[in-house]
């Protein structure tokens, strides 16, 4: 970050003297004002709660510029990389900071390829929660302990350590979430099979049985392995500040990853596809498509408390550039499993044409969101819907950890520690105390 010409001045009506405050650029995107000496100078904090107008750190890995619905990784605009190239380059990229050469890329898959299959004792582990554990429990679970079986990659502080759980939570979470299911279903888990890409291999462990060949259909290879890309970083969201504190302590990085697993659950950020989808069958058991109508007016109603699941965004006010490459994909793989005319999937239809005419999400600039399509084609390939949120975790622990290392290697790191406006009760004694 480098100095602007200008600076920042905060003056007080009550005589306080005003104070001058650094102001930096970035190379895109707005300036930030520097305030962390306001603290020492002042004796006041600053408040801003949800972190609307707060940069929490430096970041030289994912831009997004949400009023020009642009998302970049590493400078690559989310358009090119869906259409060009997999999702272990991209993983190369977001890691590394370029793409890889052919050779590099080669190389970076082998390796993730090498780390596939974990630790056998960790279906033991996973047998201890119940069949019908929600995934993204067990998941939390599962990721957390994986610092237990690989205790040889644990120091973060080592960048040797770093680079190599870095690989094994690349290699491992599409494992453990294929693991997570099919303990749910009851059916044998299936080992990975490296000689098939990274999606095919996950489609294979979720959908193969030992009984029988399994043949990657590669048009769901290719929707996934875009799911995959376009989840795999979004910038300072609720999941990787999660995992930037919870790493700031020094912790390890499974640990920091698992932390970031269980705040990616909530619906208002993951768990919104998961969310999206319970939406569409209650408005199909509410009757369908003729009551898409009664059920936006609940939605209209700020009493009724009901949100349109899938439409808007913290960033993107215009549109999510992801949703628009999700939708193509939707189109693909509906045509390719012939599931056009299903009911659930002309409700989706239906919903996302009242949603994108009506005033109340035009004015507020609600579009659908990355989460609305990615559901749907979850759902269509046959991934249940309470393990969407599982596929999102794993395609986004790349960009958590590409983050985690950048905030390790960054010489301005400090451990996290918001402050607060105090407002509980002031000093007071307990009865009978002095
Ligand atoms: N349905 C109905 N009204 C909405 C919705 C919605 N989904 N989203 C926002 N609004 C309204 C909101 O009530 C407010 O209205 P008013 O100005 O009259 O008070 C206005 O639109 C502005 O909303 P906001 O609350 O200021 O927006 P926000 O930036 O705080 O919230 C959001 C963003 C994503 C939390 C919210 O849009 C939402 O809850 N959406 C549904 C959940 C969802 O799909 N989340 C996935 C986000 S994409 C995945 C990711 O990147 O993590």
């Known amino acids: 970050m480098k100095l602007a010409d200008n600076k920042a001045t905060l003056s007080f009506s009550n005589g306080t003297p005003s104070i001058e405050m650094p102001v930096y650029s970035g190379n895109i995107g707005p300036d930030v004002i520097d305030i962390r000496k306001l603290y020492a100078q002042s004796g006041m904090f600053t408040y801003d709660p949800g972190f609307l107008s707060t940069a929490s750190c430096q970041s030289g890995i994912t831009f997004i510029d949400g009023d020009k619905g642009e998302l970049l990784y590493r400078g690559y605009p989310i358009e090119q990389l869906a259409n060009h190239g997999d999702y272990l380059d991209t993983c ?14 080669a190389d970076f898959h082998k390796l993730v390829n090498n780390h596939t299959m974990v630790n056998e004792q960790m279906q033991f582990f996973l047998r201890g929660f119940r069949r019908d554990a929600h995934p993204m429990a067990v998941l939390t679970g599962l990721v957390g302990a994986l610092s237990a079986f690989y205790h040889d990659s644990t120091d973060i502080t080592n960048p040797e350590h770093r680079e190599i759980s870095a690989i094994r939570l690349i290699a491992k979470l599409p494992t453990l979430v294929a693991m997570s299911y099919k303990y749910g279903v009851g059916q044998p888990f299936m080992y990975p099979q490296n000689s098939l890409s990274y999606s095919g291999n996950f489609l294979r462990m979720m959908f193969g049985v030992p009984c029988e060949d399994y043949v990657v259909n590669p048009v769901l290879e290719r929707a996934l392995d875009r799911i995959f ?48 989808l319970k ?35 913290r960033v993107y006010k215009n549109y999510d550039p992801r949703a628009k490459l999700m939708q193509e994909t939707c ?19 239906q919903v996302e044409k009242i949603a994108l005419e009506d005033d109340y999400f035009v004015s507020r600039k609600l579009y659908p969101n990355v989460d609305f399509y990615s559901g749907i084609v979850q759902r269509a390939i046959g991934i249940p819907v309470n393990l969407f949120t599982g596929v999102f975790a794993l395609a986004r622990t790349v960009g958590w950890i590409a983050q985690l290392n950048e905030m390790i290697g960054d010489p301005e790191y400090k451990i996290g520690r918001p402050r607060q406006l105090f407002t509980g009760s002031p000093s007071r004694n307990v009865p009978g105390a002095k």
């Open 92 to 105: 190369y990229l977001l890691l590394k900071g370029d793409l890889p050469s052919e050779k590099e890329s």
């Open 229 to 276: 890309i376009l989840h795999a970083d979004h910038e300072q969201n609720a999941s990787t500040s999660t995992v930037r504190l919870c790493g700031s302590s020094g912790t390890n990085p499974f640990a920091a990853i698992a932390a970031g697993v269980a705040c990616l659950w909530g619906p208002a950020h993951g768990g919104a596809n998961e969310a999206c």
């Open 279 to 313: 939406m569409l069958d209650d408005i199909q058991k509410m009757g369908g498509i003729s009551k898409v109508g009664e059920f936006m007016e609940q939605v209209k109603d700020k009493n009724s408390g009901v949100k349109l699941m899938g439409f808007g965004h």
């Open 331 to 349: 189109n693909e793989v509906l045509a390719e499993l012939g599931l056009e005319n299903d009911p659930l999937f002309k409700l989706a239809k």
